[in-house]
């Protein structure tokens, strides 16, 4: 292992052994990124181990994608021997780093896991909520470096007073290439009743109340009296759905609606709808939205943080005001009727991608903090 002091590492010669923690058990837009991330991390002279629980989604995945894999239980924040599990792996891999990319019993417990094992460590912090400076001091106190997903995570980071010679931004990517172009729009018949001529929204997002589902379907009665032959597809799972059905029923726009579920395919015909709503109130950054936007598919989302970050107004889609249901319909009719427009902006967010957020930039981005925690 590269201790913490000796002479300078090049990371570009020297191979290097980190050891990803990931603990969430759904594979969503955060465990993908570590996955896009190990995997070009192995084109750069790195060997990465995923730690992850057996019975986890990313387990899987990774499996499929080659990646080494160790299994290790997590029962969440109340797990309070996942550090000392995480521990005695770490003094038998001997890594040079550990990074900590999930919140779910790891970023708090597994930061003292590795410190512990005298491993240096840093963290990918994904989401937005804020933390009183007491409790930002504690989870992030073993932490070499905490590295923010978005500039707007990121500044609620700042906000906790975590030192800025510890904090750093490296947002989100998308793989372009990981989702199908020009598919065939048969899928949207087969799968979810969509027929030829149909406008197709999807929405995708965990059905929880931040994700703002509510607000999309209180704006789709007075869309479909003005046109009737809008299809809304939610993709997703979480403790809202029952709630959002009932309210789907008492709208009267359950034609109007299908409930997918997680649909672990949905890269290979996300192109095939007509453009993204993206209604949350509240976002980190928005895996979805990025994706979309690979996809060449306009986005229509909430005027906040986050979603400010993954969506160039008027270029690569529309935001509305917060909460505002009436901007909302109003941006979703606008570009029903534009379909030129809904071309170009999707032409603009795929280009956008491939310059901004590629997944190589951000490899390189956590290469350099790698060293700058090795060299420190």
């Known amino acids: 292992m590269l201790a913490s002091g000796s002479a300078q590492v090049d990371v570009g010669k020297t191979r290097l052994k980190i050891v990803h923690v990931e603990t969430g058990l759904s594979f969503y837009g955060g465990p993908q990124q570590v996955i896009w991330l190990i995997n070009r991390l192995s084109a750069r ?3 990465s181990i995923l ?3 057996a019975d986890s989604e990313i387990d899987a995945v990774a499996r499929a994608a080659d990646i080494e894999v160790m299994n290790l239980p997590c029962g969440g924040d109340a797990d309070f021997l996942f550090p000392i599990r995480l ?3 770490l003094r038998r891999v001997a890594p040079d780093i ?3 990319h999930s919140r779910r019993g790891a970023d708090f417990p597994g930061g003292w896991g590795a410190l512990s094992a005298r491993v240096p460590a840093l963290v990918s912090r994904r989401v937005d909520s ?3 400076p007491a409790a930002a001091a504690i989870r992030y106190w073993p932490f070499r470096k905490v590295v923010a997903i978005s500039e707007n995570v990121g500044t609620v980071l700042g906000a906790s007073q975590v030192a800025p010679n510890r904090l750093t931004v490296i947002r989100d990517a998308v793989d372009i290439n990981s989702v199908t172009l020009n598919a065939d729009r048969e899928i949207l018949k087969r799968d979810f009743g969509i027929g ?6 999807a929405v995708v997002a965990q059905l929880i109340r931040r994700k703002g589902h509510r607000l999309l379907l209180d704006a789709l009665p007075g869309l479909l009296k003005e046109h009737s032959d809008i299809k809304v597809v939610f993709f997703g799972i979480g403790k809202a759905e029952e709630e959002l059905r009932a309210l789907t029923r008492k709208l009267g726009c359950s034609g109007a609606v ?6 672990h395919d949905l890269d290979e015909y996300l192109s095939t709808f007509d453009l993204l709503v993206h209604p949350a109130e509240k976002e980190g950054l928005g895996v979805a939205m990025l994706k979309a936007a690979a996809a060449c598919l306009p986005i229509i989302a909430f005027d906040v943080e986050g979603s400010r970050e993954a969506v160039n107004h008027l270029k690569t889609g529309i935001l509305v005001p917060p909460d505002d249901i009436e901007a909302l319909q109003t941006a979703i009719a606008t570009l029903y009727e534009e379909t030129e427009i809904r071309e170009k902006m999707g032409v603009c967010g795929r280009n956008r991608m491939a310059e901004e957020f590629a997944v190589e930039s951000m490899a390189d981005r956590y290469l350099e903090v790698y060293s700058e ?3 420190d």
């Not at 030829?196 to 929204?201: N, R, S």
């Not at 299908?258 to 649909?263: E, I, N, S």
């Open 258 to 263: 299908h409930f997918a579920g997680f649909r």
């Open 196 to 201: 030829e001529g149909e406008l197709a929204i």
């Open 373 to 375: 925690i090795l060299n």
């Open 45 to 47: 002279n790195v060997t």
């Open 51 to 53: 730690v992850c629980p």
């Open 87 to 89: 521990h005695r792996l």
């Open 130 to 132: 804020m933390e009183s």
């Open 98 to 100: 550990v990074h900590i």
